[in-house]
């Protein structure tokens, strides 16, 4: 009976960290220095990311009637999760890329806003640029007319400050096309 007393709190623990979590990554992080563990966890909690190693039964059970019981067929040998609630490609995003430097940190597979997918499916989705990112480079994209509009009316004033003719300003480069839909 003790048994499962001492189990509940951690299913309840994992429970609770998956409830809203937009996506969870299991990986086997077997084999990584403490350096190199010391410096992943970092980057997963600079990004908002839970990473921690439960044992596999324990997240079965928590997994149990969410999206994420289809990654049963993932939970064999060590498994650490990493959940975010916030952004959906944060945790394949850091850890493909932190993989690329530690070949020891196999991405095992994970579920990304209610989809599953084997390691091999989740690298597109590690591809992706974070939130920040994208509003950065659409806010790039909506302020280089501004910029280049502005440009061309100042121009124009100095040239008529100089007394010589304003000839009509040339676009000097075209307004970008719309960032393709992720």
């Known amino acids: 009976m003790a048994k499962i007393e001492e189990k509940k ?5 994992i429970s609770e960290k ?6 969870v990554v299991l990986v086997d992080a ?20 839970s990473y921690k190693v439960y044992k596999n039964t324990f997240m079965k059970r928590a ?11 993932y939970l ?12 959906a490609t944060a ?11 530690a070949d020891k940190l196999e991405v095992k597979g994970g579920v990304v806003e209610g989809k599953a997918y084997d390691a091999k499916g989740l690298e597109p989705i590690a591809s992706i640029p974070s939130r920040e990112e994208l509003l950065s480079k659409l806010l790039g994209s909506l302020q280089a007319p501004i910029t280049n509009f502005a440009r061309d009316i100042r121009q ?14 040339a676009a000097e480069a075209e307004a970008p096309a719309a960032p393709a839909e992720a």
């Open 9 to 13: 709190p951690i299913i309840d623990e």
């Open 18 to 23: 998956i409830k809203d979590a937009q996506s």
């Open 30 to 49: 077997r084999g990584l220095t403490v350096a190199q563990d010391t410096e992943l966890r970092k980057q997963l909690r600079e990004a908002g990311v």
């Open 63 to 73: 997994f149990e009637g969410t999206d994420f019981a289809q990654l049963d067929s």
């Open 76 to 87: 064999e040998g060590p498994s650490a999760v990493a959940i975010s609630k916030d952004d």
């Open 91 to 101: 945790p394949a995003r850091i850890l493909y890329k932190f993989a690329k430097t």
């Open 156 to 169: 124009v004033a100095e040239k008529k400050a100089e007394g010589g003719e304003a000839a009509p300003a």
